[in-house]
């Protein structure tokens, strides 16, 4: 009998405002699925990559009793978020290879009554899917494939980089997010684009050449045919959804590109509805792709 996968559920703060579907729709895929994932009440924020050069104690502190609280559940833990991700397996990397850091750290958390042993690993849905669930298995789950629709995967970049910190896919030539995209039935779309960075890093520096960065990855996976657009990221999707319209005014064309969440896309192939998948929290619509793809939801 195949052994029930169980991970310590954490959304990430992204996830749990401003893309709230996405961790809607993780949930009930996970349902339909057989995937169980708990919640954790108790966590903190990761710290977003904005604390590891400003106070890297405190960043490895509080990524510490994150771990802690998996660990104690018995679990891995499962983001949905890819900077957190990146955040959490740096901070996890170190603490298991520094035996000082993990020692002070945990005289820290002592006064939580927590203590972390270095037992726990941290995946995204996308590792979970591909890797853990299997997808021959998710293959046999579908009830509805995807034939008609291209898709043009788009990874970001904390979901590949730093290779020695992540390691599940190859930064240069990853296959995972594709492989889901072919075992849901639909057409991968290639392109240059799909494993480089959407422009979210640069907002807060310089918004003109984020949002230009924003709309060359969208033209070039239109370029090659895409319908829509699938990331694990939802970082990615703010940008690659929410600022499409200004994309669109700096590069001087219409795009009109749905971007899809990746439980999303996974759930429209389990049969789930678009009120369900709750796309109408995007702004742009996917009506037309679905339609055009005979999948009206």
């Known amino acids: 009998m195949a052994k029930t996968l169980k991970y310590a559920y954490y959304p990430g703060c992204a996830s749990q405002a401003i893309t709230k579907e996405a961790n809607a729709t993780t949930r009930k895929i996970a349902k339909i699925l057989g995937i169980e994932l708990y919640d954790m009440p108790g966590a903190n924020c990761c710290g977003a990559g904005l604390l590891t050069d400003y106070d890297y104690d405190l960043y490895i502190a509080l990524n510490a009793r994150i771990f802690a609280q998996a660990e104690k559940m018995g679990m891995d833990i499962m983001t949905i978020c890819s900077t957190c991700l990146m955040v959490m397996s740096a901070a996890n990397r170190d603490l298991k290879n520094d035996t000082g850091l993990l020692e002070r750290t945990n005289d820290i958390l002592a006064a939580a009554g927590l ?36 898709v043009a995967p788009f990874y970001g970049c904390h979901s590949l980089r730093p290779k020695d910190v992540l390691g599940f896919d190859d930064p240069e030539r990853p296959w995972s997010l594709e492989a889901v995209i072919t075992a849901v039935g639909a057409e991968v779309v290639e392109y240059n684009g799909k494993t480089k960075c959407c422009g979210f890093q640069v907002d807060l520096v310089t918004e003109d050449a984020a949002v230009e960065m924003t709309g060359t990855r969208l033209l070039e996976a239109k370029g090659e045919g895409g319908g829509c657009m699938v990331t694990p990221c939802p970082f990615c999707h703010i940008n690659l959804d929410n600022y499409q319209g200004m994309a669109e005014k700096k590069m001087g064309q219409k795009i009109d590109m749905p971007i899809f969440h990746l439980a999303q896309l996974v759930g429209l192939a389990l049969g789930m509805t678009a009120e369900e998948l709750e796309l109408s929290r995007h702004l742009v619509s996917a009506r037309d792709v679905l339609k055009e793809a005979k999948l009206a939801v």
């Not at 996308?126 to 579908?142: H, N, P, R, S, T």
């Open 115 to 150: 203590r972390y042993k270095g037992t726990i690993e941290i995946k995204q849905l996308l590792w979970v899917l591909a890797g853990d669930y299997g997808l021959e298995k998710l293959k046999k789950q579908i009830k509805k494939p995807l034939h008609n629709l291209r």
